[in-house]
T-cell receptor, first 113, second 113 residues
Framework: AQKVTQAQTEISVVEKEDVTLDCVYE???????LFWYKQPPSGELVFLIR??????QNEISGRYSWNFQKSTSSFNFTITASQVVDSAVYFC??????????FGTGTRLQVFP | NAGVTQTPKFQVLKTGQSMTLQCAQD?????MSWYRQDPGMGLRLIHY???????DQGEVPNGYNVSRSTTEDFPLRLLSAAPSQTSVYFC????????????FGPGTRLLVL
């Protein structure tokens, strides 16, 4: 069975600090996809990134970067120079061609001014 | 495009009442799904549909019914509401079930007294 673990329940940082959100996954499939979603205080779920299992290249989008390491089954998310607007719950999710999309339990990030 | 829309935004029910949560998408997505979000548990799949006329159960289907008569609409029915169904419900859609990015509606907050 597939599983996504986000061990950090809550993280608090001060603005401009860098912060990394951890995501560890389990799957027996060789083809799978990993996702990150953001849920701001307003409640909607915002898609951030999708990565397939054959692409281990790290990705950077502005202040956001993602580190995918198959060797450790991790897909970590780093926010550089955090801002108050980054305060949200962040979900990591996993989907494969033999199982449904499943979510981790989320990490609540609070960025204080 | 409106994307994925859900109504109502908020609903209060008494135990035993029934209701339908509406979900619609205008992206011509084949795959639609319903999740519930509870504190500390991430999002859990209730039911999903891979196309008009085809539905299947997810992780937590008990107490819920779905149907898919059109590509656009995927309503979720609570047959006899229970306090355990107090939750936030999200509808999502994507081009297909496997590996595609799912886009979420704004959510329906349901309180069962």
């Amino acid at each position: 069975a597939q599983k996504v673990t986000q061990a950090q329940t809550e993280i608090s940082v001060v603005e401009k600090e860098d912060v990394t959100l951890d995501c560890v996954y389990e799957t027996r499939d060789t083809t799978y996809y990993l996702f990150w979603y953001k849920q701001p205080p307003s409640g909607e779920l915002v898609f951030l990134i999708r990565r397939n299992s054959f692409d281990e290249q790290n990705e950077i989008s502005g202040r956001y970067s993602w580190n995918f390491q198959k060797s450790t089954s991790s897909f970590n998310f780093t926010i550089t120079a955090s801002q108050v607007v980054d305060s949200a719950v962040y979900f990591c999710a996993l989907s494969s061609n033999t199982d449904k999309l499943i979510f981790g339990t989320g990490t609540r990030l609070q960025v204080f001014p | 495009n409106a994307g994925v829309t859900q109504t109502p935004k908020f609903q209060v029910l008494k135990t035993g009442q029934s209701m339908t949560l509406q979900c619609a998408q205008d992206m011509n997505h084949e795959y639609m799904s319903w999740y519930r979000q509870d504190p500390g548990m991430g999002l859990r799949l209730i039911h999903y549909s891979v196309g008009a006329g085809i539905t299947d159960q997810g992780e937590v289907p008990n107490g819920y019914n779905v149907s898919r008569s059109t590509t656009e609409d995927f309503p979720l029915r609570l047959l006899s509401a229970a306090p355990s169904q107090t939750s936030v419900y999200f509808c999502a859609s994507s081009y297909s079930r496997w590996g595609e990015t799912q886009y979420f509606g704004p959510g329906t907050r349901l309180l069962v007294l």
